[in-house]
């Protein structure tokens, strides 16, 4: 039996030796051990932390995955802001980039820069106090990004602990910057095991990678292959680098992987021949990308030459040109998404783009079949938009016979015969049936969730087998279940089940603004489905009312109005409600709210409130007459701040909005 203090040198010694292996086989691309050896060490060092857990480090090799599922992402701001990159597409513009560079820094002498891959994957932003891996963040939009520090603590090719190299000093901070994306190969994998599964396909390597980054359970990210190059820092404490070639030299020593094909240029037209070579090599790298990446390389020349607008003028992002080839049109079907939405799909003679085999593109919605006139039939040019999705560009008008067939959205849903409504001001149709085999999972999601009826524990891993099975075919069946049909579901037990049928039951007693909400009608969020709630008083009252009795309601206009008569004019629909209060729910109509102290006044909360939930917050002011909303207009009366407080705060700013604290939001509600 090991004693605690050998325990303690064991673990020791096989974290550092599984970190360099790490490094070996991540960073330097050459593995000294086989995978099978690897395997061994980490099951040995999971084996001696289950014995000794107060052993256990965050850091450790075996940390990576076992967090408990998020319920959403936290915001986190960046030190320094993420800024995206002015694009250019030809060599003229790469050379009046150069032109302009060396205009604003008032010298004859011709900068170096660094040139590098623009990979198609998903930025992030990775921190590291004292060589740990604190925080991950996406980028978001530039200056407020989304917690994702367990996801990436799941990708192998991120460190948890950087290196102590020798003659390298472990910055005391680093907030290191790199993009996180999916190879080709382990793409396609992915979607014929999500094909053979039943489920929907990713459409590129990106939407794969994106999706996995943004998962709430870690351990579905895990299971995903992702895969990271860093190529730039924010904020640094305790180091100092030059130039971005120094940089990208040092980053490997701490154990952060750095595209190989990296290269510094010492003249403008070796940045284009850089941009024509990686041009050529494309084809042959074994993940995505869709240009270069031209950067000044001198650190102090960055900061003389800043940025201007939200872009730095000291880089420059040259795109591929796209790919193009001539197919014919076989057929248009239409496609029903998650949301009800249909999205006609042009089926094509396949062709190779780019060194991929298309046969199908995606052809938006009828305003985009109409304004480039596709027919059934037609010739049509083809490319890979971003050198990825497949996208129409145009019809050879002179390859048409005549028997080329127009084309429209048909008025029914194809999948369950519901009306395909496009309301007012909307590019799409969409099905308006609640039964829809197509969005099921997505209805009975929002349905169970916290602010529609509150039914705790029906996660999607479970909504996705009730529905798979059979079990589950509109919302309505929710209050049909038993015991016996959540045991035929993997990994569940009694005590599990027993409590999900207890959240079910509990569901039944609710208010008529939360089924009101839980139904899905397209437009009707919470604060509508409160509206009408308070303004008709019953279900049955909402659902006959006309299209003049819900305009003329405060707070609804004719879109929304639209909206909700479509809905309830679906047989189905009626259908399923009857069937809901047949099974037990039960709904009391709300009082209208006594307050009048905040009539007419709109809110918006922006940071950490102290002494309430933003929910709880939102529902005090709406109790009082007044109204919330999530974003900042001319129409905002005022914006509360809490603490950090993100990019509404410098809107309200600029438009002039009264801004007050969560101490003076206090006595405005006394």
């Known amino acids: 039996m090991l004693s605690k203090k050998e325990a303690m040198a064991s673990i020791k010694k096989l974290r550092q030796e599984i970190n360099h292996h790490n490094y070996r086989y991540y960073v330097l691309d050459s593995p000294q051990i086989s995978d099978a050896q690897y395997d061994r060490m980490l099951k040995e060092l999971k084996e001696l932390e289950e014995k000794f857990p107060e052993l ?22 960046h030190s320094i802001p993420m800024l995206s990159l002015s694009n250019a597409f030809n060599e003229e513009e790469i050379r009046d980039f150069d032109t302009r560079v060396r205009k604003f820094l008032e010298t004859e002498k011709r900068p170096q820069y660094m040139a590098e891959p623009k990979l198609d994957g998903v930025a992030v932003e990775v921190v590291y ?12 939009d530039g200056v407020t990004g989304e917690d994702v520090t367990q996801n990436l603590k799941t990708v192998r090719s991120i460190p948890l602990k950087l290196l102590q190299a020798k003659k390298q000093t472990v910055p005391a901070l680093l907030e290191v910057r790199g993009e996180v994306m999916m190879r080709t ?22 939407n794969a990678a994106a999706g996995s980054l943004r998962q709430l359970d870690s351990s579905i990210t895990a299971s995903r292959p992702l895969d990271v190059f860093f190529y730039a820092v924010g904020r640094v404490e305790g180091a100092r680098f030059e130039t971005q070639d120094e940089l990208l030299r040092i980053l490997p020593k701490l154990g952060l992987r750095v595209n190989p094909h990296v290269r510094v240029c010492k003249t403008i037209e070796d940045t284009i021949d850089y941009y024509k070579d990686m041009m050529q090599k494309r084809d042959s790298l074994a993940y995505g990308i869709d240009g270069v990446v031209l950067k000044v390389n ?50 094509m003679e396949p062709v190779n783009v780019g060194g991929v085999t298309v046969s199908r593109a995606t052809l938006h919605n009828q305003d985009e079949i109409d304004r480039k006139d596709i027919r059934i039939g037609d010739t049509v040019v083809l490319q890979r938009a971003g050198d990825v999705i497949p996208e129409v560009v145009s019809v050879v008008r002179s390859k048409r016979t005549g028997k080329e067939k127009k084309f429209k959205i048909p008025h029914k849903c194809p999948v369950c015969g519901s009306d395909a409504v496009r309301l007012p001001g909307e590019a799409v149709a969409r099905c308006t049936g609640m039964a829809c085999a197509a969005k099921l999972r997505e209805l009975v999601g929002h349905f169970a969730s916290r602010r529609a009826m509150d039914i705790q524990g029906l996660g999607d891993k479970i909504i996705q087998q009730l529905t798979e099975k059979g079990l589950v075919k509109s919302v309505a069946d929710i209050y049909s279940l038993r015991m016996d049909n959540f045991m035929k579901l993997d990994r569940m037990g009694e005590k599990l089940a027993s409590n999900v049928l ?21 437009h009707v969020g919470e604060h509508i489905s409160h509206v009408l709630a308070e303004h ?54 709300e009082r209208p709210r006594p307050g009048t102290k905040l009539r007419g006044k709109s809110f918006v909360f922006t940071g950490t409130l102290e002494r309430y939930e933003r929910e709880e917050a939102s529902r005090i002011v709406e109790s009082l007459g007044g109204k919330t909303s999530s974003s900042v207009s001319r129409t905002t009366d005022y914006v509360v701040v809490g603490k950090e407080p993100g990019t509404k705060l410098q809107k309200a700013e600029e438009l002039g909005i009264r801004i007050i604290s969560e101490k003076e939001f206090e006595e405005l509600i006394r």
């Open 56 to 77: 256990v480090t965050p850091d450790s090799p075996t940390q990576r995955v076992g967090a408990r599922p998020l319920e959403a992402f936290r915001e986190v701001k």
């Open 129 to 140: 106090e004292n060589g740990t891996l604190s925080v991950g963040s996406t980028r978001g």
């Open 185 to 206: 190969e382990e793409f396609k994998k992915l979607n014929k095991k999500r094909e053979k599964n039943g489920e929907p396909l990713f459409a590129n390597p990106r």
């Open 298 to 347: 001198d650190f102090a020349q960055q900061e003389m030459l800043g940025a201007i607008s939200r872009s730095p003028r000291w880089a420059l992002a040259v795109k591929f040109p796209a790919r193009q080839e001539t197919t014919k049109i076989l057929d248009i079907i239409v496609q029903v998404g998650r949301t009800g939405a249909l999205t006609p799909v042009a089926v």
């Open 502 to 522: 207890a959240s079910i039951e509990k569901s039944k007693d609710t208010k008529l603004a939360r089924l009101i909400y839980a139904l899905g009608i397209r």
């Open 536 to 589: 008709f008083g019953s279900m049955d009252k909402l659902r006959t009312a006309s299209l003049e009795e819900l305009q003329e309601t405060n707070e609804v206009g004719p879109q929304v109005a639209q909206s909700i008569r479509s809905f309830f004019d679906q047989k189905i629909n009626i259908e399923v409600i009857d069937r809901l209060f047949a099974g037990g729910v039960s709904v009391g109509g």
